[in-house]
Antibody, heavy 125, light 107 residues
Framework: EVQLVESGGGLVEPGGSLRLSCAAS????????MNWVRQAPGKGLEWVGR??????????GYAAPVKGRFTISRDDSKTTLYLQMNSLKTEDTAVYYC????????????????WGQGTLVTVSS | EIVLTQSPDFQSVTPKEKVTITCRAS??????LHWYQQKPDQSPKLLIK???QSISGVPSRFSGSGSGTDFTLTINSLETEDAATYYC?????????FGQGTKVEIK
């Protein structure tokens, strides 16, 4: 069964740091592009960033609000995706989802076919 | 950044009615437009990818069309289980972006 399971959410003070994890199973993780998407309470979906697979350079790209503060990485040996969040702000409060197109042909890696259940991050003093 | 604008923001519809949701991009995005359904307290679910490609397990009443800057999600013969918020998303260029969402309520 294809599955993504996020963990690491919780309450953190403004200016603090947190690292989220996303454990993947049921597909060849090392060949998959991986993304983080967040949703603030009562709001819409917001793309946070993505990392390509090693074949495509393992390159990360980010949304403007998190660029310079958040870092996406992956450990293919552990089939796990990470989101390191530093200098957290109250506006980063959201449910964070891990998502991926899975294994698809090159050129069609932009859709989010598989989603995790999300993990809640609350930034508050 | 490519801005996606959905219309309407909210729609109240009777069962069996046809629903049309549009998504307009601020610049041309080829066919790199995808649609998702999100029900309360659930993760989003992919409905249509690359404008019109159907997804296994998604009912055939959901379809997508469009090109360039204007795209449409159509739900033929709405069912009560289709009450949800629908989002479009572009993967044409970074940063990838979502529309603001369209909430569909059942009358």
């Amino acid at each position: 069964e294809v599955q993504l399971v996020e963990s690491g959410g919780g309450l953190v003070e403004p200016g603090g740091s947190l690292r989220l994890s996303c454990a993947a199973s049921g597909f060849t993780f090392s060949n998959a592009w991986m993304n983080w998407v967040r949703q603030a309470p009562g709001k819409g979906l917001e793309w946070v960033g993505r990392i390509t697979d090693k074949t495509d350079g393992g390159t990360a790209g980010y949304a403007a609000p998190v660029k310079g503060r958040f870092t996406i990485s992956r450990d293919d040996s552990k089939t796990t995706l990470y989101l390191q969040m530093n200098s957290l702000k109250t506006e980063d409060t959201a449910v964070y989802y891990c998502t991926t197109p899975g294994i698809v042909v090159p050129g069609t890696r932009g859709s989010f076919d598989i989603w995790g259940q999300g993990t809640l991050v609350t930034v508050s003093s | 950044e490519i801005v996606l604008t959905q219309s309407p923001d909210f729609q109240s519809v009777t069962p069996k009615e046809k629903v049309t949701i549009t998504c307009r991009a601020s610049q041309r995005i080829g066919s790199s437009l995808h649609w998702y359904q999100q029900k309360p307290d659930q993760s989003p679910k992919l409905l249509i990818k690359y404008t019109s490609q159907s997804i296994s397990g998604v009912p055939s009443r959901f379809s997508g069309s469009g090109s360039g800057t204007d795209f449409t999600l159509t739900i033929n013969s709405l069912e009560t289980e289709d009450a949800a918020t629908y989002y479009c998303h572009q993967s044409y260029s970074l940063p990838w972006t979502f529309g603001q969402g369209t909430k569909v309520e059942i009358k």
